[in-house]
């Protein structure tokens, strides 16, 4: 509508992962590597989807079984990227670690290998939020603006601004989560991570019927306040039970 | 290498600055504009040729600079500027590593002669942690004089009369040889000069020839002429080339050119992005679908 609309649009997807990032993550270059390579990552799954999905486009937008499908096949995809990100990310730990022993300095804390992970989700969740929402928002900074038939009570840059942040916060904790899950061998957090994300993919499906989107966004900030609600107990617990050690 | 830069600010600054002028209406008489243009530009040139000035005044000139050049360069046909970058990666490519590429040569007749490669370069200084042990200082010293011989040999000719044999401050050469030489007894494997080049460890400084910005930039310009996706797709993808040029650089311990990796990713990208990537998303978007 205009430039401070666009860039209100664009703070309301991207400002707490702003925040985060700035308070967080600025302090250690490794951090903002870390930041860096797994956008890269999200954006590299999203190219070979598109590119196996880019014959069937455009899809017809009247059924929603196709997106569905587009859904479940890009979930999946993701989920064994992040597999892979773990295991890259586990022979990265044990270099860091020989090397800390080598200057004979302390190895990796748990909180560093906690941040570390965090850094990994909120590159994922800033990916996501650029790519979905920020590369569609250049009208916004316009004089006008845009409603979808689906969603026709606010606009539909406000729409995707909403749900980019609830997907930044679902990635960006998911990922902690299940770091956590595959160093721990924990299964209940190894399969929570995929399938909240695939849930909250399949919620959006909701957005398609008429006046869906007031039904389907609430679910997605539950789904999203349950994630960092189950990322926050599992922290919490690592903490205090390293103090104990202690 | 002074006048050229200083042409560069006055003629190719001065122009931007009046279609700035022209489009925000801004109230300033031509006498004050010859004045403070002037001024901008002879500083610009004692900040990029004495290294006596604030690091930070250097940087903000020679990103003005590299970003002055790249405006113009993208007034380039399409066509014309993707071909164009990736024929000067190429050339990038066999200039430095091949025997006999012209850029190799200078850079062994300047280690040779003792004396400095002539090029401009943004150096860019770490910000220290100040939680880390002095004895990281031996290593900070290090990995600077590591990161020299990037910096120095991406320096390319393409920029505008900056490559003249220019002799400026002598660089003491043997002893960059020496130390990487001595480095590389001293260093067991080459995780630890690569983790020590991240941050992790010490940091040093990171030195990148100015042609090499001046490219990555007209590639994000054209990218960002054609949509916002592409830009940001684009930078990462320079960054991810960036990030292999310093790997490389800490597995081979040689001058290396800069621009190949970055541009073969850069165009790549811009080509997938616009070609697959933007209706994919836009049709998730719009729909309101999105995981």
């Not at chain 1, 603006?145 to 609830?166: E, H, M, N």
């Amino acid at each position: 509508m205009t430039v401070a609309a666009g860039i209100g649009y664009a703070l309301l997807a991207l400002g707490p992962s702003l925040a985060l990032f700035v308070t967080v993550i600025s302090k250690k270059p490794f951090l903002i590597l870390t930041v860096l390579s797994s956008t890269l990552l999200w954006l590299v799954s999203l190219i070979v989807l598109s590119g196996f999905w880019r014959p069937f486009l455009p899809l017809n937008s009247a059924a929603s079984w196709p997106f569905a499908v587009l859904i479940i096949t890009s979930v999946a995809f993701q989920e064994g990227l992040r597999l892979l990100f773990w295991k890259v990310y586990k022979r990265l730990e044990d270099m860091l670690d020989a090397f800390a022993d080598r200057v004979s300095k302390p190895r990796l804390y748990p909180t560093d290998k906690m941040l570390i992970a965090l850094a990994g989700g909120l590159g994922h969740g800033a990916a996501h939020a650029v790519f979905f929402c920020l590369s569609v928002l250049t009208p916004a900074f316009g004089p006008a603006t845009f409603f979808t038939d689906q969603c026709s009570q606010i606009p539909f840059f406000l729409v995707s601004s909403i749900i980019a942040l609830a997907f930044a916060t679902i990635h960006t904790f998911s990922m902690v989560i299940a770091f956590n899950g595959y160093s721990e061998g924990n299964k209940v957090d190894q399969l929570f991570v995929p399938v909240v994300h695939l849930v909250a993919g399949m919620v959006t499906l909701i957005n398609f019927t008429t006046g869906g989107c007031s039904i389907g966004i609430p679910i997605l900030y539950i789904i999203a306040i349950l994630t960092l609600l189950h990322c926050g107990k599992m922290v919490w617990g690592k903490l205090t039970e390293n103090q104990i050690r202690l | 290498m002074g006048f050229s830069s200083f042409i560069v600010l006055l003629f190719l600054g001065g122009e931007i600055a009046l279609f700035l002028i022209r489009k925000f209406s801004v109230p300033i008489d031509c006498f004050t504009f010859l004045v403070l243009l002037f001024n901008f530009a002879a500083v610009g040139v004692f900040a990029v040729f004495l290294s006596k000035m604030a690091i930070i005044v250097t940087q903000g000139y020679l990103v003005a600079i590299g970003m002055l050049v790249a405006y113009w360069f993208t007034l380039l046909p399409e066509w014309t500027t993707w071909v164009l970058l990736v024929a000067l990666a190429l050339y990038d490519l066999a200039a430095v590593l091949l025997p006999v590429g012209p850029l190799r040569l200078l850079v062994e007749l300047a280690i040779s002669r003792d004396e400095d490669i002539p090029a401009l370069v943004y150096e860019a200084r770490p910000v220290i942690n100040h939680d880390q042990g002095s004895g990281e200082y031996e290593g900070q010293r290090r990995a600077w004089r590591r990161r020299r011989e990037l910096g120095n040999d991406s320096e390319s000719d393409h920029n505008i009369g900056t490559s003249d044999a220019e002799v400026t401050a002598p660089l003491i050469q043997n002893r960059v040889s020496s130390v990487v030489d001595g480095q590389e007894s001293s260093v067991a494997s080459t995780d630890n000069s690569f983790l020590e080049g991240i941050g992790l460890g010490s940091s040093g400084a990171i030195k990148l020839g100015l042609g090499d910005f001046i490219f990555y930039s007209v590639l994000v310009g054209r990218a960002a002429m054609y949509d916002f996706m592409t830009v940001y797709a684009c930078y990462l993808a320079i960054i991810a080339g960036l990030g292999v040029t310093l790997m490389l650089l800490a597995l081979y311990q040689q001058a290396l050119p800069a621009l190949p990796v970055s541009i073969a990713f850069g165009v790549l990208f811009y080509f997938l992005t616009r070609l697959l990537l933007e209706e994919f998303v836009v049709q998730c978007s719009l729909n309101l679908v999105m995981f």
